[in-house]
């Protein structure tokens, strides 16, 4: 696209994808180009769709405008070529899907009456067979049409909500996808109305993790995102479900559980959220006095949570909530495996430890770090404990002293780190960052670090949890889970 103060021009270019070299240009279009498509076969022809109501038939190599067909009332969204090359396919935001010969462009017909959909036609894909159409559109629905006839066989409703628009499609062989707005992808039985399979997931920046386990469920792994989504998984990955219920209506800040099985997660809507047993649903709620940053649980059911410059404790079995005050602000919290020790870490450039008695806190010691301490974990098996500062230092400490291991050796990130946590039996500490890369390191020989660097390329990760001692989770802003085998 090329803008001066008298001439708008909307462009492509056609070129040689194994020699870069150019084969002729796209041009024509006034408004910009929604969609291309190739004649699979000889003699090669291309189309294109625009925001100017148009679709554009080109031919070649080296192509050239050949002509335009004004048939759409609205923007065009997908243009799609039949695998045969016999016809192609228009869809737009009017509703109408269009057929064209394939080597002239002439119009031959258009699918439904009046309208293929009630609304936008956002995909738009062939069969093998050249036969048949799959569409995907905003009023909801996705149908498959016969085009020896111009109806529809087969009609997909997915719901009312607004992210039940679907967006997309694919047929490939015997798989028929549609995606929806949120995100989600749905597998379609060609001979039923219902899906034979859902995929859902992240469509935003994964900023939470954590697995847990009980008797009846078994280990599932559960994550968060920046619009306040929380996702169980099986660890598998094969199946997930969102959790329903009172939601965060704001990014989820931190998510942690316990060996009974208790799930929380603490939000920038400056609530606590815990999940009932069967982790399908939210069934309680606490407003917290300010945002918070970090959450912890131990084995006793009490909820750790630092926000604002205090630390507030939640009992689960009474439901109530105390405040303790503090006299600098807090950044990142741990408990230790039997729940009677709490680390708290500060602006301050100090990691403060305290013992939990009952109902109170009473401060143990500090540990003065180089900066601000950004995370902090006590390892399971209750032998270890670890700081990360703001310089990216990773101090490792023998308990129960908290005899200093590895200081001033553990400094291999780039970027703030964002997530720290020991492995089951202690043996092993991992670290992510901004950086994009992941660290492990070895408690039992400091001088060992594996480093996987761009573990989620190009994307800082965000978070993550072990499975078990050679078994590692990750997430990040790429909205992808990655899990890891640990073998070092």
């Not at 559109?137 to 009312?160: L, M, P, R």
């Not at 900023?207 to 994550?223: D, P, R, V, Y």
């Not at 408990?335 to 806190?361: E, R, Y």
Request: glycine residues 8%; contains cysteine.
């Amino acid at each position: 696209m090329a803008i001066d103060s008298f001439i708008l021009i909307i462009f492509g270019h056609v070129f040689s994808a194994d020699a870069g070299n150019s084969v002729g240009e796209i041009s024509g279009m006034t408004k910009a180009i929604n969609s291309v498509d190739f004649k699979p076969t000889r003699p090669f022809r291309a189309i294109t769709g625009s925001e100017d109501n148009a679709v554009s038939f080109f031919e070649g190599p080296p192509f050239k405008w050949k002509t335009t067909m004004s048939n759409h009332e609205k923007f065009v969204h997908v243009v799609r070529y039949s695998p045969d090359g016999e016809k192609f396919a228009s869809g737009a935001a009017d509703g109408r899907v269009i057929l064209y010969d394939g080597k002239t462009g002439e119009r031959l017909s258009e699918l439904g009456s009046p309208t293929a959909h009630n609304g936008s036609i956002y995909g738009l894909c062939w069969d093998s067979t050249s036969r048949f159409i799959l569409t995907a559109s905003g009023d909801k629905t996705a149908k498959i049409w016969d085009i020896t006839t111009g109806s529809a066989v087969q009609t997909y409703a997915f719901g009312t909500d607004l992210k039940d628009q679907q967006v997309g499609c694919l047929w490939s062989g015997n798989n028929i996808l549609s995606v929806s707005l949120s995100g989600q992808i749905t597998y379609l039985d060609r001979d039923g109305h219902k899906p034979s399979r859902t995929i859902r997931g992240h469509n935003k920046s994964i900023t939470a993790l954590s697995t847990a386990h009980n008797e009846s469920q078994g280990t599932k792994i559960f994550s968060a995102s920046h619009d306040g989504l929380v996702v169980r998984w099986t660890i598998d990955g094969r199946e997930m479900n969102n959790i329903i219920g009172d939601c965060h209506t704001n990014q989820v800040q931190s998510l942690a559980s316990n060996s009974r099985g208790l799930v929380a997660s603490i939000g920038l809507d400056d609530t606590l959220r815990l999940l009932n047993s069967s982790w399908e649903s939210y069934d309680r709620m606490e407003k917290l006095s300010g945002q918070p940053r970090d959450i912890a649980i131990s084995d006793s059911n009490i909820i750790f949570i630092v926000c604002g410059s205090a630390i507030c404790m939640y009992r689960e079995q009474q439901g109530v909530l105390i405040t303790h005050p503090l006299p600098f602000e807090p950044t990142s919290i741990a408990v230790s495996p039997q729940g009677t020790q709490i680390a708290v870490g500060g602006k301050d450039n100090k990691t403060h430890i305290f013992t939990v008695d009952g109902t109170a806190l009473n401060a143990l010691r500090e540990l003065e770090q180089r900066d601000v301490v950004v995370r902090v974990a006590y390892s399971p098996d209750g032998r270890f404990f670890a700081s990360a500062d703001n310089m990216k230092n990773i101090t490792c400490y023998q308990l129960p002293n908290f005899e200093s291991m590895s200081r001033d050796m553990w400094r291999y990130h780039a970027a703030t780190i964002t997530g720290l946590a020991f492995s089951p039996d202690g043996k092993k500490l991992a670290s992510v960052a901004i950086d994009t890369h992941l660290m492990i390191y070895q408690t039992e020989n400091i001088t060992k670090v594996t480093q996987v660097k761009g573990a989620h390329p190009l994307n800082p990760v965000t978070c993550l949890a072990w499975l078990d001692n050679d078994t590692l989770l990750t997430g990040g802003n790429d909205c992808c889970l990655r899990k890891w085998t640990v073998k070092c």
